[in-house]
């Protein structure tokens, strides 16, 4: 079902998201008892570069409210803004118009409860996998008594067990990969913003990943903005898909998936994800 504008939703949000949610393997006291309060809420966000006449809009009047646990993909061309948009969440740069806020506080910087990934795994090649793991908890001089815990479960939740000591360059991409999400998983972030992390890694190695990560964030219940190019793995991922436009950079549609959860590789073959999938190619005019 493709859904024209984020307003147009039946209210900021639409369906509430436990409702969407509800196959998911969750304890009920998790399940947000607000109804659906945004958590994420970006509001009338537009991004400008260069001088004001011959300068480019990267993001025209962006408006997308994101539930606590929702996972989010933006999908669209290159050039249309998805990098930028992303940016601007996690307080890397300052929007020219509108604001982005967590929790109901304004975002104006970086901040410890956002976590970031990108497409390269940027990691330390002096400091093992779990040296590199525990970096977040280095920087910020966290000494806390479980942190070897905890970088323990997401070793064991990412299937790097038995690599803890091997040092980046002995990892293939795909688990220099996993070492990045451990990283950004550790710290236990509200809000994890995802730049096509599978961009540069061969087909199969990404689908295994998206099916871990699936998992994951199922298991975690993060809340996510996810962007790729890739309009399957945004099908599979996600909850709702952002169809996003070029020139000005702007939200064409968004496009609900309510595909049951846990999501699981064989939902691939069902109708309703080739349903789902029309629907996110119809919207980005490839139909
Ligand atoms: N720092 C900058 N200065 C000037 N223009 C910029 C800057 N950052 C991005 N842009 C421009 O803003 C537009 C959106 O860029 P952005 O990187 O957000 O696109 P994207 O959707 O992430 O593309 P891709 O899929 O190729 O990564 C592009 O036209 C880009 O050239
Ligand atoms: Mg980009």
Not at 57 to 69: E, F, H, K, P, R
Not at 120 to 133: D, H, M
Request: hydrophobic letters at 40%; glycine letters at 10%.
């Amino acid at each position: 079902m493709v859904k024209n504008q984020p307003e147009q939703r039946g209210g900021v949000l639409g369906r509430s998201a436990p409702a969407r949610r509800a196959n998911r393997r969750l304890d009920p006291a998790e399940v947000p008892r607000d109804g659906g309060t945004p958590l994420v809420a970006i509001e009338g966000v537009s991004k400008a570069f260069g001088a004001r006449e011959t300068g480019l809009v990267a993001l025209q009047d962006v408006n997308l409210s994101i539930t606590d646990g929702e996972f989010i993909s933006l999908v669209g061309p290159s050039g249309c803004g998805k990098s930028t948009l992303l940016k601007i969440v996690s307080g890397l740069l300052p929007a020219s118009r509108g604001q982005v806020t967590l929790g109901g506080e304004r975002i104006v910087s970086p901040r410890r409860d956002i976590g970031m990934m990108f497409q390269t795994a940027t990691l330390f090649p002096w400091r093992t996998v779990k040296r590199n793991i525990m970096l977040p908890f280095d920087i910020a001089r966290d000494k806390r008594t479980d942190r070897e815990a905890r970088v323990a479960e997401v070793i064991q939740l990412t299937g790097l067990d038995g690599f803890e000591n091997n040092y980046p360059r002995e990892l293939s991409g795909g688990m220099q990969q996993r070492v990045a999400l451990c990283r950004l998983l550790v710290s236990n972030p509200r809000l994890m913003l995802l730049d096509e992390p599978f961009g540069a890694l061969d087909e199969f190695t990404r689908e295994r990943l998206n099916v871990e990560l699936a998992r994951i964030s199922e298991l975690e219940r993060k809340t996510t903005i996810f962007v790729t190019h890739n309009i399957t793995e945004a099908v599979f991922l996600s909850d709702r898909v952002v169809v996003m436009g070029t020139r000005p950079g702007r939200v064409l549609d968004i496009v609900d998936i309510e595909l049951p959860r846990p999501r699981r590789a064989g939902v691939i073959a069902t109708h309703e994800y080739s349903d789902r999938v029309g629907d996110v190619r119809r919207a980005l005019g490839l139909v």
